[in-house]
């Protein structure tokens, strides 16, 4: 009967332990996509406010600054912004920024209107204002560093019921040459090995704010692979390993992989210290499994990942993966650096959209994905 007692008690307190967790998980969600950090991006100091916040919750937890000194490693890059006015109307009907069309990110502002002239059977142009229009099944915004001379804007073809003949336009945008940032960087100090180190990773900006009322969320994209690092940082700083473990969220990601870019050319550890390096985006889904990228580059690591997932049943699928220029593994890759980048796949379809929110980010897998991993680094630390 006692021993009856116990187990039942060792699986409620188990069950509240994974509860928690996905409380947690949803929490850092989110937060980490409210308009209070305003797309993690360029206007309204949505990145910079989004550094604070992650600093802060590597302080709490117990985990240390990298270098011994600051959480932040600073660095700085060209990036053209969209601050303030959005305004688009195609034949005299008002659209909805985000939603209904965007702004090419290397689009210069323009204040005009104009008649538009077909050029084909998806793009229109007002020659006298310089604006190009381009009708899209899909709305995928980015991040660029530069401005052109003309202006594009790309409509969704459900918001128009004509072909667009008119255009009144008022767009601002603002090119920032030296757009300052930073990657947060922490470690938590290993107990044996501690020169040898496990590096886990993800990027925390997103596409930030187009114009003054449209923000893009980025909740799959990469609110959820920050809060899969903070998970980690978490667990490591109350469960101090035999290796050192390190935790990196970068800044310019959504820019062309600057902020990992940065790192390798500054790293603030030795990189051939790196035993195995984790990168986490798009980590918000999972009902038809995980892909690997870099698994047949590293195939005794990609086999270990799987058996360990085989033999608990935590995902359904663990699909490999070539090397891809894709996250911020790539440039640890190509300075020698094993590493696998991680990502979910199945459930929400959003992606670079405003829609790419908390609400219809199912998590589905968020806790199986984080005891797979910890698995994972266990065992890279037990084959030393």
């Known amino acids: 009967m006692k021993f009856k007692l ?16 996905s409380l947690f998980a949803r929490k850092m969600v989110d937060t980490l ?22 600093t802060s919750q590597f302080k709490s937890y117990g985990v240390k600054p990298m270098d011994g000194k600051s959480y932040l490693q600073e660095f700085n890059y060209p990036v053209n912004t969209f601050p303030g006015k959005m305004k688009v109307l195609i034949n005299g009907a008002v659209l909805k920024p985000g939603r ?6 290397d689009s210069k502002g323009v204040t005009g209107t104009g008649k538009l002239e077909q050029i084909d059977s998806t793009h229109f142009v007002d020659k006298q204002n310089r604006i190009v229009i381009s009708l899209e099944d899909k709305l995928t915004w980015s991040v660029e560093g530069k401005e052109l001379d003309y202006t594009l804007v790309q409509i969704d ?25 930073a990657n947060i960087c922490g470690v938590v100090k290993g107990t044996t090995y501690p020169d040898s180190i496990i590096v886990l990773t993800a990027h925390y900006d997103h596409l930030g704010g187009m114009g003054s009322d449209t923000y893009f969320p980025g ?11 903070l998970s980690m940082a978490k667990y490591y700083a109350a469960h101090p390993q035999p290796f050192t473990m390190a935790f990196i969220c970068f800044s310019g990601e959504e820019a062309g992989l600057l902020g990992s870019k940065y790192f390798t050319q500054n790293p603030l550890i030795p990189l051939k210290n790196i035993r195995f390096l984790i990168n986490l985006d798009l980590e918000g889904t999972g009902i038809d499994g995980i892909t690997v990228v870099n698994a047949t580059i590293y195939p005794h690591e990609f086999a270990a990942l799987k058996q360990i997932n085989s033999e608990n049943n935590y995902l359904v699928k663990v699909n490999p993966r070539g090397k891809a220029a894709n996250s911020d593994h790539y440039l640890f890759t190509e300075k020698g650096v094993p590493a696998f980048y991680i990502y979910t796949l199945g459930g929400i379809r959003a992606y670079h959209d405003v829609f790419d929110i908390s609400a219809t980010l199912p998590l589905t897998k968020y806790t199986d994905l984080f005891k797979l991993i910890v698995k994972f680094n266990s065992s890279l630390m037990n084959k030393r």
Request: hydrophobic share 40%; no cysteine; proline share 5%.
């Open 6 to 21: 116990a187990l039942l008690l060792l699986l409620l307190t188990t069950s509240s332990l994974f509860a928690q967790d």
């Open 33 to 54: 996509t409210s308009p209070y950090f305003w797309g993690r991006g360029y206007t309204n100091n949505g990145v910079h406010k989004a550094a604070v916040f992650l």
């Open 100 to 105: 209904d069309y965007i702004v090419s990110p």
């Open 157 to 181: 073809k459900k918001a128009i019921k004509q072909l667009p003949a008119t255009i009144d336009a008022d767009i601002e945008n603002k090119v920032i040459p030296d757009f300052k940032t």
């Open 219 to 229: 909740a799959n994209d990469n609110a959820s692979g920050v809060t899969q690092v």
